[in-house]
């Protein structure tokens, strides 16, 4: 995800319009053979797909893509790459520029859009009374996101295990939102602390998950439990945020019936740090700039993905309970690295996390045409653990407060 901004001056992109997000999907459409799709008939264009890649948009006009599956972050890399080499070509004409950053550095709310899709009319009247902060979650946050196989049951519940104990370090390892309406946020990621005050029926670490019986069952459970956004039916809706979807499914609501689409749309209305899907989608950093936005996938596929790396995983974490990982996320917004877990630095868990994290890129052993294996998309990350920074602490550096701020951010987040 990106914000899109006026370079001239840092105004939030418009929906609409000739210099508007839509502008910029018709012409991807028409440049780069992507394909146009409304949510109903005489809609918006809001999405748009291509083979098995999708691009799509945030409530703000934040423009999301959704890449194919692939096998090697090194394709990931590439594909993200020639994504912005469509895109900035269509966005220099209109003046447009891309930032990687987890929290819109200028944009009050007043200033965003809204895109005109179904369901983000409903999350804009009922977020929040769940959370003081669910509105700038939907239009003023950005996050990358690394979606990950599983081969079964056993292997889902020991990789989203894993994932959710060391959410928190990963957010502090990618905290990237330090500014707020053109101010400095007085924190590494404010994007981390937005999540922290959306709605807990949907959000958050997943209690239930840390018990020795977790299973696929135990997520449906939970999900059927959590009230619903609305039910769609064509081009048509009914806000339905009065029933969890289990008792939709047994009463109904207004003469329709549950069907197998209204689950899997109330499936994609739940926003855990580590959501169950098709794929286990880990979810916990903030955006980042073009030679970043590569490290998550390559992070999580050493941790995930070998054998011995997640055996050590597993190790590392073996100590946490859900209560202590959550009790460390307020901390760890604020102070990234230096906030701490379990009574250790951040840092230090960042360290060992990332070691395991080469050693198993290293054994898995996927190679690009010059002979390097997927550690080489971690060298970024690396330096900044090393140096005991985030992100946001890097791009901190150097800000000169005597100047004018966009094009500093410009500079050090654009994607």
Same mark, same amino acid.
């Given at each position: 995800?990106?914000?899109?901004?006026?370079?001239?001056?840092?105004?939030?992109?418009?929906?609409?319009?000739?210099?508007?997000?839509?502008?910029?999907?018709?012409?991807l459409c028409d440049r780069h053979g992507w394909f146009a799709?409304?949510?109903?008939?005489?809609?918006?264009?809001?999405?748009?797909?291509?083979?098995?890649?999708?691009?799509?948009?945030?409530?703000?006009?934040?423009?999301?893509?959704?890449?194919?599956?692939?096998?090697?972050?090194?394709?990931?890399?590439?594909?993200?790459?020639?994504?912005?080499?469509?895109? %900035?070509?269509?966005?220099?004409?209109?003046?447009?520029?891309?930032?990687? @950053?987890?929290?819109?550095?200028?944009?009050?709310?007043?200033? /965003?859009?809204?895109?005109?899709?179904?369901?983000?009319?409903?999350?804009?009247?009922? #977020?929040?009374?769940?959370?003081?902060?669910? #509105?700038?979650?939907?239009? %003023?946050?950005?996050?990358?996101?690394?979606?990950?196989?599983?081969?079964?049951?056993?292997?889902?519940?020991?990789?989203?295990?894993?994932? /959710?104990?060391?959410?928190?370090?990963?957010?502090?390892?990618?905290?990237?939102?330090?500014?707020?309406?053109?101010?400095?946020?007085?924190?590494?990621?404010?994007?981390?602390?937005?999540?922290?005050?959306? &709605?807990p029926d949907r959000s958050g670490l997943l209690p239930f998950?840390?018990? &020795?019986?977790?299973?696929?069952?135990?997520?449906?459970?939970?999900?059927?439990?959590?009230?619903?956004?609305?039910?769609?039916? +064509?081009?048509?809706?009914?806000?339905?945020? &009065?029933?969890?979807?289990?008792?939709?499914?047994?009463? +109904?609501?207004?003469?329709?019936?549950?069907?197998?689409?209204?689950?899997?749309?109330?499936?994609?209305?739940?926003?855990?740090?580590?959501?169950?899907?098709?794929?286990?989608?880990?979810?916990?950093?903030?955006?980042?700039?073009?030679?970043?936005?590569?490290?998550?996938?390559?992070?999580?596929?050493?941790?995930?993905?070998?054998?011995?790396?997640?055996?050590?995983?597993?190790?590392?974490?073996?100590?946490?309970?859900?209560?202590?990982?959550?009790?460390?996320?307020?901390?760890?917004?604020?102070?990234?690295?230096?906030?701490?877990?379990? +009574?250790?630095?951040?840092?230090?868990?960042?360290?060992?996390? @990332?070691?395991?994290?080469?050693?198993?890129?290293?054994?898995?052993?996927?190679?690009?045409?010059?002979?390097?294996?997927?550690?080489?998309?971690?060298?970024? /990350?690396?330096?900044?653990?090393?140096?005991?920074?985030?992100?946001?602490?890097?791009?901190?550096?150097?800000?000169?407060?005597?100047?004018?701020?966009?094009?500093?951010? #410009?500079?050090?987040? %654009?994607?």
């Open positions: 995800e990106k914000f899109g901004v006026y370079v001239s001056d840092g105004r939030p992109v418009p929906f609409e319009g000739e210099r508007g997000i839509q502008s910029v999907l018709l012409e799709e409304r949510e109903h008939d005489g809609g918006e264009v809001i999405m748009l797909r291509r083979g098995d890649a999708s691009i799509t948009l945030e409530p703000g006009a934040q423009l999301e893509l959704s890449g194919a599956p692939l096998t090697s972050t090194h394709q990931t890399c590439a594909e993200f790459r020639g994504h912005m080499a469509e895109l %900035r070509d269509i966005s220099d004409e209109l003046g447009i520029g891309w930032l990687g @950053l987890g929290f819109h550095p200028f944009a009050r709310q007043a200033d /965003l859009p809204w895109v005109p899709k179904l369901r983000y009319g409903v999350m804009k009247s009922y #977020l929040p009374t769940k959370g003081a902060l669910a #509105l700038d979650m939907m239009r %003023r946050t950005c996050t990358v996101q690394a979606n990950f196989d599983f081969a079964d049951e056993a292997d889902a519940i020991r990789k989203i295990r894993v994932s /959710l104990a060391l959410s928190p370090v990963v957010t502090a390892m990618f905290a990237n939102s330090p500014w707020i309406e053109g101010a400095p946020a007085g924190e590494v990621t404010h994007r981390g602390r937005v999540w922290l005050e959306v &709605d998950a840390w018990a &020795d019986d977790f299973s696929y069952r135990a997520y449906v459970e939970w999900a059927l439990d959590v009230p619903m956004f609305l039910v769609k039916r +064509g081009g048509k809706i009914v806000q339905n945020t &009065d029933q969890t979807f289990r008792t939709f499914m047994n009463e +109904g609501k207004d003469g329709l019936t549950a069907t197998y689409d209204d689950w899997l749309t109330h499936l994609n209305t739940l926003f855990p740090e580590v959501r169950l899907k098709k794929t286990i989608e880990v979810r916990g950093a903030d955006a980042q700039p073009t030679p970043m936005v590569c490290a998550l996938p390559a992070l999580l596929k050493g941790v995930l993905y070998d054998d011995d790396a997640l055996a050590a995983a597993e190790s590392l974490v073996s100590g946490l309970d859900h209560d202590v990982v959550e009790a460390s996320r307020a901390g760890i917004a604020k102070h990234g690295l230096r906030g701490e877990l379990a +009574g250790r630095p951040v840092g230090e868990w960042a360290r060992e996390l @990332l070691a395991i994290s080469e050693a198993g890129l290293e054994r898995l052993g996927h190679l690009n045409r010059r002979g390097e294996d997927e550690r080489i998309h971690l060298s970024k /990350l690396k330096a900044l653990i090393e140096a005991g920074k985030t992100p946001a602490d890097a791009m901190l550096e150097g800000i000169d407060e005597g100047e004018p701020l966009l094009p500093q951010v #410009l500079e050090k987040a %654009r994607v």
